[in-house]
């Protein structure tokens, strides 16, 4: 598809404002991925909303030509069948879908005919207005969820930063009871370098001092004395 699909202009413009990602879920950086949509044919499609929503999926290599249709299809298909059906409710809800993800495709052109066309149907208006609520609240909570997992990954880095630089001071503790100065200093440096503002640096420049080691002062807090 990289040489045949992926390259048409069409292709590129539908995707552009798309985060797109291909992973192999044959290989140990894809296997989660894999798993997690339980993925069994090749290649398989999935198209989700940023709130992380599945859109649709499919399998299968489409024809060129094709490709957006796979991927606008069955929306613009469920549209068409509501509109016959009267649903008017259903109709506004996927009309919203239809918008938002697939307006600047040939099938998405009529989205805004249909709005005017129905912008006096009290159950298509609710159906529209509430697919938006649905998309935002579940949006809003996405977002929410990203930043506790983001403040969580960096209290975790911040714990094994602080576990490692323990375990060099007490490596080099260890060193120096060995008469071992020379491993023991380099360790000191390590912990200074690695991490120039922390106690165990402290700690290590006031026992490389001791053992005459000219050693330079940690850089100032710009905010300090504020």
């Known amino acids: 598809m990289g040489t045949d699909?992926?390259?048409?202009?069409?292709?590129?413009?539908?995707?552009?404002?798309?985060?797109?990602?291909e992973i192999?879920?044959?290989?140990?950086?894809?296997k989660a991925a894999g798993d997690k949509y339980h993925v069994r044919g090749f290649p398989t499609f999935i198209l989700e909303d940023p709130a992380g929503n599945?859109?649709?999926?499919?399998?299968?290599?489409?024809?060129?030509?094709?490709?957006?249709?796979?991927?606008?299809?069955?929306?613009?298909?469920?549209l068409q069948d509501l509109a016959r059906s009267g649903d008017m409710k259903a109709l506004g809800k996927v009309a919203w879908e239809m918008?938002?993800?697939?307006?600047?495709?040939?099938?998405?052109?009529?989205?805004?005919?249909?709005?005017?066309q129905h912008e006096a149907d009290a159950a298509f208006n609710?159906?529209?207005?509430?697919?938006?609520?649905?998309?935002?609240?579940a949006l809003k909570k996405?977002?929410?969820?990203?930043?506790?997992?983001?403040?969580a990954a960096k209290k975790a880095a911040e714990a094994a930063a602080l576990k490692e630089a323990r375990d060099l001071l007490d490596q080099a503790s260890q060193f120096s009871k060995q008469n071992k100065r020379k491993d023991a200093i380099e360790i000191w440096k390590k912990i200074i370098a690695k991490y120039p503002n922390s106690p165990e640096a402290k700690t290590a420049r006031d026992r490389l001092k001791f053992f005459g080691v000219k050693v330079d002062d940690p850089p100032k807090d710009p905010g300090a004395g504020k």
């Open 5 to 21: 699909t992926y390259t048409r202009d069409d292709v590129k413009k539908f995707l552009s404002t798309m985060v797109c990602a």
């Open 126 to 137: 609710e159906g529209y207005a509430a697919a938006q609520t649905a998309y935002d609240e």
């Open 24 to 30: 192999n879920p044959e290989k140990a950086e894809g």
């Open 54 to 78: 599945k859109l649709l999926e499919d399998s299968g290599k489409p024809a060129p030509d094709q490709f957006i249709w796979m991927l606008a299809g069955p929306t613009y298909t469920k």
């Open 142 to 151: 996405a977002r929410e969820d990203a930043a506790k997992a983001e403040e």
């Open 99 to 116: 918008e938002k993800w697939f307006l600047d495709t040939e099938w998405g052109k009529g989205i805004p005919g249909l709005k005017k």
